[in-house]
């Protein structure tokens, strides 16, 4: 996404892509509803303020919550990928059963047990083709979101607006956007200037939409 002509937005980080559960429990500012709460009541369960966090809360944080990216893909190899698809229950529950029919078969020859095998087996490899099929497509498409986060962000950290890793953002951070910015996280506007946001990856929307 990003910013239309003019446009100067300072917003607060509330969330982060990797923010794991443990950060939750640990960290008291787990927020509900952080869009339709009050700014003050904010930056209060976010232990933070306009002039942003200090230095070693922020190392805290980073800490606890991982760099703010999205972690798509693994150094797992395709073929171990694939085989994951034959680990839950009902591809087990139809192996069994495609192997008691084969028994079956083999004990009373003729009876057509061998069929109900090669159709249960048939069930579970189509099946396994299709999901691993779909978790791929996911992949590519978390790819392609990769591609559209920034790199870099400007912050305001002890009052003073610096330029940073997107990745280093953490839950509480205040970010200056400006035109043509792309929004690194989730975020709460705090206050803006002729703000129009281009949607166009998620809605088709050709205009930037005013915000």
């Given amino acids: 996404m990003t910013i239309g002509l003019g446009a100067t937005v300072h917003s607060v980080g509330t969330a982060l892509s990797q923010a794991t559960a443990h950060f939750k429990h640990e960290v008291p500012f787990s927020v509900k509803d952080p869009h339709r709460i009050t700014l003050d009541h904010l930056f209060e369960e976010l232990g933070t303020s306009e002039d942003g966090l200090t230095a070693d809360v922020i190392v805290k944080r980073q800490l606890l919550c991982g760099p703010n990216e999205l972690r798509v893909r693994t150094d797992v190899p395709i073929y171990m990928r694939f085989l994951r ?8 529950l139809l192996i069994v059963g495609g192997l008691l029919a084969v028994l079956a ?3 009373d020859p003729g009876s057509g047990s061998i069929y109900i095998a090669v159709a249960l087996f048939a069930v579970v490899l189509l099946n396994a083709i299709f999901t691993f099929l779909q978790e791929e ?3 590519r498409i978390m790819e392609s979101f990769k591609k559209m986060l920034p790199s870099m962000v ?9 330029e940073i890793e997107a990745k280093g953002l953490v839950p509480g951070d205040i970010m200056l956007l400006y035109e043509g910015d792309k929004i690194p996280a989730d975020g709460r506007l705090i206050d803006s200037n002729d703000l129009k946001v281009d949607l166009s990856s998620l809605t088709g929307e050709s205009e930037p939409v005013s915000e």
């Fill in 137 to 139: 497509q996911s992949e």
């Fill in 85 to 92: 698809q034959f680990k839950n229950f009902f591809a087990i």
């Fill in 105 to 107: 078969e083999q004990l």
């Fill in 154 to 162: 400007r912050v305001r950290r002890q009052g003073i607006v610096l």
